[in-house]
Every structure is written in structure tokens, then in C-alpha cells.
Nanobody, 117 residues
Framework: QVQLVESGGGLVQAGGSLRLSCAAS??????????MGWYRQVPGKQRELVAA???????NYADSVKGRFTISRDNAKKMVFLQMNSLKPEDTAVYRC?????????WGQGTQVTVSS
């Protein structure tokens, strides 16, 4: 069982930055093999993968955030981060942390990010 708790969301002006954090509670061995990801969802729209990082540190990003967002992980502290720079109003969404391994998928409750123009 994996529990994920996000933090760091809030209201920011366009061009600003936020750093999201995801704290995971699970055995270290599980988290070490899990692919961790950040997704976002806007009401009425499909959930979108923002960024993901594998256990080996490989990353991938949605085209819309490349060059602006950076995902990282600290397995020792059981944390995953999403550094978001040059934020745009279209980045407004609920951001949720995900852990995936062995065909299983766990989600946090999400944190709201609102970018004003």
C-alpha cells in the first residue's frame, strides 16, 4: 500500500514559480522501483500526464511543459518534486501525484494550482 500526499499548490501570477511536493508512505523498496508521476486535471477535460520519472531517473514531460517544469525524486526521503517555472494561466489545474509499479497505481488527493493572468 502506498499513500501519497501533495503540497505546495497555490495562487501565483503568470510568469511565477511553484514547487510541488509529494510525500510517499510506503516501504523504501517499493518506492525505489516505482515510476512516479505528476498529472493534472481541469474539470471537463481529460487528465493529463505532466511529468514522470522512473526508478532509474529517466524523465519525460508533456510537450506543453517542456523547458518550464522539472520533476525530481529523493528516494531516501520518499519525496517527489515538481518545479514549475514560467507558469501560464493554462497550467491552472489540480495536480496529483502518482506511483506506479507492478501494474498497480496509487494516487494522492491533489493540490490546486491557480495561475492568474
Amino acid at each position: 500500500q502506498v499513500q501519497l500526499v501533495e503540497s505546495g499548490g497555490g495562487l501565483v501570477q503568470a510568469g511565477g514559480s511553484l514547487r510541488l511536493s509529494c510525500a510517499a508512505s510506503a516501504s523504501g523498496s517499493i518506492l525505489n522501483i516505482a515510476t512516479m508521476g505528476w498529472y493534472r486535471q481541469v474539470p471537463g477535460k481529460q487528465r493529463e500526464l505532466v511529468a514522470a520519472i522512473t526508478s532509474g531517473g529517466s524523465t519525460n514531460y508533456a510537450d506543453s511543459v517542456k523547458g518550464r517544469f522539472t520533476i525530481s525524486r529523493d528516494n531516501a526521503k520518499k519525496m517527489v518534486f515538481l518545479q514549475m517555472n514560467s507558469l501560464k494561466p493554462e497550467d491552472t489545474a489540480v495536480y496529483r501525484c502518482n506511483a506506479a509499479y507492478w501494474g498497480l497505481s496509487y494516487w494522492g488527493q491533489g493540490t490546486q494550482v491557480t495561475v492568474s493572468s
